[in-house]
């Protein structure tokens, strides 16, 4: 087995852990799967929870994809080369209970080949973040402690780079600066080396995949039968449509997929069911809403 059809079935088996996972704490709720194909090359498996006891929807995607490199992705995405080749996982969670934490993961390779279709360029990304509507200390902590120590396991630089790097991106430059949540980690453009080779990244990228079981699933059973009000899904859509925001006018992977021509169901999956737009809303001062956007204006060192 070659190194790509390695890292295909590593990303296929990983989708299936979670899904199961998902379904599991959920309860009630089913993964719908639907295979899709793309014109230009390859396909993918999309798989969507919706009105579950736990979940109001979710995405737990993959996609092997591949085609020529076009004017527009050397122009729009600073690519070069003659044809190119990505496989990953892309995963949104939206839960129905304000108090549970919204979740996100991407984990991907990325190749370029020049005309004789040999190697010219790999690398990977990835990482996993947490947007909450209501902030608990306690699980901010263990979702960031989750990742450190998978980090200092292969590189004890990892976790202060990848959470610095994840705390600048998912921002909304657009409204002074203002974090999506809390954040986690995040990592692009990796290129395999002599001291870390696809393999390590390979590994790196499974452990991470698979730690958003730990890092997300006790926190849900925590949050999950809280009691909430009119007030609180309020806010939850308010802050769902800061997500909505950020991720069609600033998330590379999504105009990435569009620029490739992918399929458009499968990118959008991430969005909430339900978002408010209101016109200069402010949370109450001293709120706990308030204390939230006092934290997605200012990153923290959880740990």
Not at 59 to 71: A, E, K, M
Request: glycine letters at 8%.
């Amino acid at each position: 087995m070659g190194f790509k059809e390695k890292w295909i079935k590593t990303i296929e088996e990983m989708q299936d852990a979670i899904c199961h996972a998902v379904e599991q704490c959920d309860g009630k709720a089913e993964f719908v799967e639907n295979t899709w194909q793309r014109s230009e090359g390859g396909g993918g498996k999309t798989r969507v929870i919706a009105n579950g006891n736990v979940f109001e929807k979710g995405g737990v995607n993959t996609s092997v994809v591949y085609g020529n490199v076009s004017d527009a992705m050397r122009k729009e995405l600073n690519i070069d080369g003659d044809k190119w080749f990505a496989c990953g996982l892309s995963l949104v969670i939206h839960p129905g209970n304000p108090f549970v934490p919204t979740v996100h993961c991407n984990y991907r390779m990325f190749e370029l080949y020049n005309e004789k279709e040999q190697v010219t360029n790999r690398w990977f990304g990835g990482g996993t973040d947490l947007t909450p509507y209501y902030l608990f200390d306690e699980d901010a902590r263990h979702f960031h402690q989750t990742y450190k120590t998978i980090c200092d396991g292969f590189d004890d630089t990892f976790y202060s780079s990848f959470k610095n790097e994840c705390d600048n991106y998912f921002v909304n430059e657009h409204r002074n600066h203002e974090r999506r949540g809390i954040g986690g980690i995040f990592y692009d453009h990796q290129k395999p080396d002599g001291t870390k080779n696809v393999e390590f990244w390979l590994n790196f990228s499974k452990t991470c995949g698979y730690a958003l079981i730990d890092a997300y699933m006790p926190i849900v059973e925590k949050r999950k039968n809280t009691h909430f009000t009119e007030s609180n899904k309020h806010w939850q859509e308010i802050r769902r449509g800061r997500y909505v925001e950020f991720n069609l006018l600033h998330d590379r992977g999504t105009i990435f997929g569009l620029k490739t021509n992918g399929r458009t169901e499968s990118i959008l999956m991430s969005l909430p069911p339900t978002v408010r737009f209101e016109y200069n809303h402010q949370p109450e001062a001293g709120s706990e809403e308030e204390r939230l956007m006092n934290v997605c204006l200012q990153p923290i060192d959880w740990i």
